[in-house]
């Protein structure tokens, strides 16, 4: 079993799909208590968070801004990775969750025709105006992933599985997902599980880092390796590197610190 991400375009059927699969294979799925926790642990509106996602990019003009809501988020999901195998659907999960060595990335894709059908069905929308809706989605989520993320949103090079729903139906589509789930290169390993472990208390520091502006006081490399984190960098002033140890120790629980953080 792994860990799976399946994005796609708008009204394409992929929530079903992901549902179906987690219940097939009996793992959590998870989408938007993920935002939602972020949002919570941000100090960030959860709703306007969402509201913001389906926006032109504006709201995280900031960087600090923009980061701290990425780290939360990505700290929520490591999080729950390092739990054990989940299916996630949400935004960039697989851009995210990219160091995750038995991470399956599912790209869902489907005919124009397909969409607006269903953008008719769901939205009560004519079949104009579901195709301009469909098209106005896309663009923002674009350049959503754009801004955030700095790739492209279909590329598929960015996927291990694109499925494509003009022939498939949902079943067809879960099944394709599971059996993928169950090749070997995609297994858990004690070595895998280690690394996720390691993912999950990196980011977590420096999402705790970040809400607490201190990973924005110096040049700093976070990383982790058999529960042990390692800091290297720099820092401005004497006081702000004993505040960066001080706010270290609060969040690493039983792991190990190397802490070679000088100042500047």
Do not use: D, K, M
């Given at each position: 079993m792994s860990i799976i991400v399946i994005s796609r375009a708008t009204l394409t059927g992929s929530t079903v799909i992901a549902e179906r699969v987690a219940k097939e294979l009996?793992?959590?799925?998870?989408?938007?208590?993920?935002?939602?926790?972020?949002?919570q642990n941000a100090g960030v509106s959860s709703e306007m968070v969402e509201a913001r996602m389906n926006q032109t990019p504006s709201f995280f003009d900031h960087y600090p801004e923009r980061d701290v809501y990425l780290l939360q988020v990505q700290a929520e999901l490591f999080r729950h990775a390092a739990e054990g195998s989940l299916v996630y659907k949400g935004h960039g999960g697989h851009l995210l969750l990219s160091e995750v060595p038995n991470l399956i990335r599912v790209h869902v894709v489907a005919p124009m025709r397909v969409r607006i059908a269903e953008a008719q069905k769901?939205?009560?929308?004519d079949a104009k105006e579901a195709e301009k809706h469909i098209q106005r989605l896309d663009s923002q989520r674009q350049k959503w992933v754009q801004y955030l993320y700095r790739t492209d949103w279909d590329d598929?090079?960015?996927y291990d599985l694109v499925i494509n729903l003009d022939k498939l139906n949902?079943?067809?589509?879960?099944?394709?997902?599971?059996?993928?789930?169950?090749?070997?290169c995609f297994a858990w390993t004690d070595e895998r599980k280690q690394k996720v472990a390691d993912l999950a208390l990196a980011t977590r520091v420096k999402a705790d880092l970040a809400r607490g502006g201190e990973l924005f006081n110096g040049i700093l490399e976070i990383s982790a390796q058999a529960n042990v984190l390692t800091i290297d960098g720099r820092v401005r002033t004497e006081q702000a590197r004993e505040e960066l140890l001080a706010a270290i120790k609060r969040t690493i629980g039983d792991a190990e610190i190397r802490?070679?953080?000088t100042r500047a």
């Open positions: 009996q793992i959590p799925c998870i989408s938007r208590e993920i935002v939602v926790e972020a949002a769901a939205l009560g929308l598929p090079l960015s949902v079943g067809e589509a879960s099944e394709l997902v599971n059996q993928t789930a169950r090749l070997a802490f070679n953080v």
